[in-house]
């Protein structure tokens, strides 16, 4: 939800006076989350489920990118969760997926 305040704040009110303060709310949520999950992946875990890689990394790696689409500075604000990212985006699997859509993760 925080994500579509942010990208989409008319869905949640009709008033254009409102939408500022929509996407500033949806932002501070985001920021909230997103360090939620970099604490998470701070135990040096080298997967989002530590054991292994799952369908839960390609996942993870959708919410960095929306970061970065909307102006985060990913890299610098999650160091941790940026080398999951790193492991994730290695992957044959992912590269051909990303090449195949035109997805670029910075």
Do not use: C, K
Request: charged share 20%; glycine share 8%; no cysteine.
């Amino acid at each position: 939800m925080s994500y579509g305040q942010i990208r989409r704040a008319q869905r949640f009110s009709s008033e254009d006076s409102a939408l500022d303060g929509i996407r500033a709310h949806g932002r501070n949520n985001l920021l909230e989350q997103y360090a939620y999950v970099e604490s998470v992946l701070g135990d040096g875990r080298d997967w989002v489920i530590p054991e292994a890689y799952t369908v839960v990394d390609p996942y993870v790696l959708v919410f960095f990118q929306w970061g970065q689409r909307i102006g985060i500075t990913m890299r610098d604000s999650y160091p941790h969760w940026s080398a999951i990212t790193d492991r994730i985006l290695a992957q044959p699997a992912v590269q051909r997926t990303l090449q195949s859509e035109g997805v670029i993760i910075a």
